[in-house]
Nanobody
Framework: QVQPVESGGGLVQAGGSLRLSCAAS????????VGWFRQAPGKEREFVAAISWHGGSTRYADSVKGRFTISRDNAKNTVYLQMNYLKPEDTAVYYC?????????????????WGQGTQVTVSS
C-alpha cells in the first residue's frame, strides 16, 4: 500500500480558491486510483473526489461537483485537487489515499491507514 502526503491547505475567504497536492514517493503510486476525502469537526470522514490511475475517469461528491476538479501528473507522482468557489461548509481536514481500484476508492473500505491531512478553512 502506498502512503501519500497531503499539502496545500490554508485559510481562504468564501468564494476563493485553493489547490491541494497529494504526493507519494513510491513509483507504484502512478498505477493507483487516488481519492480525496475530508473530515469536518464532529463529522465522519467523507468522500470528495477520485481519479483513475490514467486520469481518464473521475468521480465527485455531489456537494463539490462543478466547483472542485481532480487531476494528476504521473510524471511528478502527484494528484491535485483544485477547489474553486469555496464555501464555509468546505472547511475540513482534507486527506488523500490510494487504491488499485477506482470503484473501491470512494468506499474507503480498504484503507488501513491515513496521513495527517491538510487543513482547509473557509471564512465567511
Amino acid at each position: 500500500q502506498v502512503q501519500p502526503v497531503e499539502s496545500g491547505g490554508g485559510l481562504v475567504q468564501a468564494g476563493g480558491s485553493l489547490r491541494l497536492s497529494c504526493a507519494a514517493s513510491e513509483r507504484t503510486f502512478s498505477t493507483y486510483a487516488v481519492g480525496w476525502f475530508r473530515q469536518a469537526p464532529g463529522k465522519e470522514r467523507e468522500f470528495v473526489a477520485a481519479i483513475s490511475w490514467h486520469g481518464g475517469s473521475t468521480r465527485y461528491a455531489d456537494s463539490v461537483k462543478g466547483r472542485f476538479t481532480i487531476s494528476r501528473d504521473n510524471a511528478k507522482n502527484t494528484v491535485y485537487l483544485q477547489m474553486n468557489y469555496l464555501k464555509p461548509e468546505d472547511t475540513a481536514v482534507y486527506y488523500c489515499n490510494a487504491d488499485p481500484s477506482l470503484s473501491q476508492v470512494a468506499t474507503m473500505r480498504r484503507f488501513s491507514s491515513w496521513g495527517q491531512g491538510t487543513q482547509v478553512t473557509v471564512s465567511s
